[in-house]
């Protein structure tokens, strides 16, 4: 039962009750006070009753355009592979990432990534693509923001425990990381890279029609600071499908949705699933969720209230796309967010939330996307400028 439909019962009960108490009180001032509480308590219980419709058919209609939009989903290109390591409630060297990704394979049996008319390429080697040397290619860098306890001892101050730890990307961010100290191996919490698709025909049907998927990995942990509950090893197929700038992706990496590893092959931790079983747990959780939990999707189903408010507070600017920033913050601080474009770009740079990612198969981890953009001084009338981002949106600053 939705909190609409339960409001709406609760507001015609307490109408039911105080226009009862109005039809018998024989005071004049209590009769207009129950019967003022009589119609706010209706007009409460229709609007939230409108709500409720409005809400219901709304989702139907997500849940329809959901089930068209899978099959597209599926028979769409794979233009690129990204292949990502993240340390959401932690911390550690980049070299230490590294060193955790030794012997690290990442297997598509059958399916030819690099074009059909070159050697065929099956594997991933995530040892290569993680290494220090490679750091540099890399697509962005997180950092992390913590929020600690601390205790000091005369001139000694120890952290006491980790209360939140967050992780912040971007590409200005990975460098600033390079050209801080020790930017040859900076301190991170994520590090992603792009690894290209060079087959032109591969799509995602053909990778979900695989015999096996398989990610191979050593059993050593990794040195990380902070709770460190888990290390996401993601290896995402980008797809033709999207706007541009937020791509439709897939989570490919068996490590995603297997709770323990099918086997041990010479000391290596082996998790794999057949094709078939991937491509259904991979629709499942793309129907379950609105497109990798896009809430952003859902405006419409806020109801009729919001869609008013939306109207009357709606403008149409010009403005200068600075940059995407990556948080497993819902909701970062907007300072935290600034870092991740350059200076410039920071003056009265308004934040828009963007479709998220959580397909790393866990609740707790998602990446929440947010895009900066710079408001353009130059009127309307001059002239388009290449890379200005005109869209109606909600007045005020995130």
Same mark, same amino acid.
């Given at each position: 039962?939705?909190?609409?439909?339960?409001?709406?019962?609760?507001?015609?009960?307490?109408?039911?009750?105080?226009?009862?108490?109005?039809?018998?009180?024989?005071?004049?001032? /209590?009769?207009?006070?129950?019967?003022? *509480?009589? $119609?706010?308590?209706? !007009?409460?219980? %229709?609007?939230? &009753? @409108?709500?409720?419709?409005?809400?219901?058919?709304?989702?139907?209609?997500?849940?329809?355009?959901?089930?068209?939009?899978?099959?597209?989903?599926?028979?769409?290109?794979?233009?690129?592979?990204?292949?990502?390591?993240?340390?959401?409630?932690?911390?550690?060297?980049?070299?230490?990432?590294?060193?955790?990704?030794?012997?690290?394979?990442?297997?598509?049996?059958?399916?030819?990534?690099?074009?059909?008319?070159?050697?065929?390429?099956?594997?991933?080697?995530?040892?290569?693509?993680?290494?220090?040397?490679?750091?540099?290619?890399?697509?962005?860098?997180?950092?992390?923001?913590?929020?600690?306890?601390?205790? /000091?001892?005369?001139?000694?101050?120890? *952290?006491? $425990?980790?209360?939140? !730890?967050?992780? %912040?990307?971007? &590409? @200005?961010?990975?460098?600033?990381?390079?050209?801080?100290?020790?930017?040859?191996?900076?301190?991170?919490?994520?590090?992603?890279?792009?690894?290209?698709?060079?087959?032109?025909?591969?799509?995602?049907?053909?990778?979900?029609?695989?015999?096996?998927?398989?990610?191979?990995?050593?059993?050593?942990?990794?040195?990380?600071?902070?709770?460190?509950?888990?290390?996401?090893?993601?290896?995402?197929?980008?797809?033709?499908?999207?706007?541009?700038?937020?791509?439709?992706?897939?989570?490919?990496?068996?490590?995603?949705?297997?709770?323990?590893?099918?086997?041990?092959?010479?000391?290596?931790?082996?998790?794999?699933?057949?094709?078939?079983?991937?491509?259904? *747990?991979? $629709?499942?959780?793309?129907?379950?969720?609105?497109?990798?939990?896009?809430?952003?999707?859902?405006?419409?189903?806020?109801?009729?209230?919001?869609?008013?408010?939306?109207?009357?507070?709606?403008?149409?600017?010009?403005?200068?796309?600075?940059?995407?920033?990556?948080?497993?913050?819902?909701?970062?601080?907007?300072?935290?967010?600034?870092?991740?474009?350059?200076?410039?770009?920071?003056?009265?740079?308004?934040?828009?939330?963007?479709?998220?990612?959580?397909?790393?198969?866990?609740?707790?981890?998602?990446?929440?996307?947010?895009?900066?953009?710079?408001?353009?001084?130059?009127?309307?009338?001059?002239?388009?400028?290449?890379?200005?981002?005109?869209?109606?949106?909600?007045?005020?600053?995130?």
């Amino acid at each position: 039962m939705t909190i609409e439909i339960v409001t709406t019962i609760c507001a015609l009960i307490g109408a039911v009750v105080a226009g009862f108490g109005a039809a018998t009180v024989e005071s004049p001032a /209590r009769k207009r006070t129950l019967g003022l *509480i009589t $119609a706010l308590c209706s !007009i409460v219980g %229709i609007v939230a &009753g @409108f709500e409720a419709k409005y809400r219901g058919d709304q989702l139907t209609q997500a849940r329809a355009l959901l089930e068209r939009r899978w099959p597209i989903i599926e028979a769409a290109k794979v233009v690129a592979l990204e292949v990502e390591v993240l340390l959401a409630d932690g911390f550690t060297k980049a070299s230490d990432i590294n060193s955790f990704l030794q012997d690290a394979v990442f297997t598509i049996d059958g399916v030819n990534i690099t074009d059909a008319s070159g050697e065929p390429e099956t594997r991933i080697a995530l040892s290569d693509v993680f290494s220090p040397a490679n750091i540099p290619n890399a697509a962005r860098l997180g950092v992390t923001r913590a929020t600690v306890v601390t205790n /000091r001892f005369g001139s000694e101050k120890t *952290i006491q $425990a980790f209360r939140k !730890i967050g992780c %912040i990307a971007s &590409g @200005f961010i990975k460098q600033q990381a390079l050209r801080s100290p020790g930017g040859t191996d900076p301190t991170i919490c994520a590090i992603t890279f792009d690894y290209p698709v060079t087959n032109p025909g591969l799509t995602l049907d053909d990778v979900l029609a695989a015999e096996i998927i398989r990610l191979v990995l050593r059993p050593e942990n990794g040195v990380c600071m902070g709770p460190c509950e888990q290390v996401f090893i993601s290896v995402r197929a980008v797809l033709g499908t999207g706007d541009g700038l937020f791509e439709d992706m897939v989570e490919l990496s068996p490590l995603a949705y297997v709770e323990a590893p099918n086997r041990a092959d010479n000391g290596r931790l082996v998790y794999q699933l057949s094709g078939a079983t991937l491509a259904r *747990i991979v $629709a499942l959780d793309f129907k379950r969720s609105f497109g990798f939990r896009n809430q952003q999707s859902f405006a419409l189903t806020r109801g009729f209230i919001f869609g008013l408010y939306q109207s009357l507070t709606t403008r149409k600017s010009e403005m200068r796309y600075s940059g995407l920033v990556w948080s497993t913050d819902a909701k970062p601080d907007k300072a935290d967010l600034l870092e991740g474009v350059p200076e410039e770009d920071r003056s009265e740079v308004e934040i828009f939330a963007a479709p998220e990612w959580c397909g790393f198969g866990a609740e707790s981890a998602c990446w929440y996307r947010f895009a900066l953009f710079s408001p353009v001084a130059a009127p309307r009338e001059q002239v388009e400028h290449p890379g200005v981002f005109s869209k109606t949106q909600p007045v005020g600053k995130k």
